[in-house]
């Protein structure tokens, strides 16, 4: 059973980067075919899609995010970090980070989310 974890500062100041790290459990980030994922939601809105790094490595970001969005690994730790800069307000969601398995065409593994605030 996989099992991820966030973890993170609460409360961001505005203009700040936010940064979350997402420890995985139960297998290995390496493994073929999934893409870890990082998913926000803000308060009383659906879903938003953030991006994902890959088992090879490789990236890929929201158009509407990419420019202030990076996604990156430590394979040592089985670990993925999301770093959002120049954060606003706007930037308040619960962040979760996911697991998404092509051969599946689903998510198959959740994190329970974490709290973000940004405010000064």
């Known amino acids: 059973q996989v099992q991820l974890q966030e973890s993170g500062p609460g409360l961001v100041k505005p203009s700040q980067t936010l940064s979350l790290t997402c420890t995985v459990s139960?297998?290995?980030?390496?493994?073929?075919?999934?893409?870890w994922t990082w998913i926000r939601q803000p308060p009383g809105k659906g879903l938003e899609w953030i991006g994902y790094?890959?088992?090879?490595?490789?990236?890929y970001y929201s158009p509407s995010l990419k420019s202030r969005t990076s996604i990156s690994r430590d394979t040592s730790k089985n670990q993925f970090t999301l770093q959002l800069s120049s954060v606003t307000p706007e930037d308040t969601a619960v962040y979760y980070c996911?697991?998404?398995?092509?051969?599946?065409?689903?998510?198959?593994?959740w994190g329970q989310g974490t709290q973000v605030t940004v405010s000064s």
């Open positions: 790094i890959a088992y090879s490595g490789s990236t």
């Open positions: 139960g297998g290995s980030i390496t493994t073929n075919y999934y893409y």
């Open positions: 996911a697991v998404w398995y092509s051969d599946y065409n689903a998510y198959v593994y």
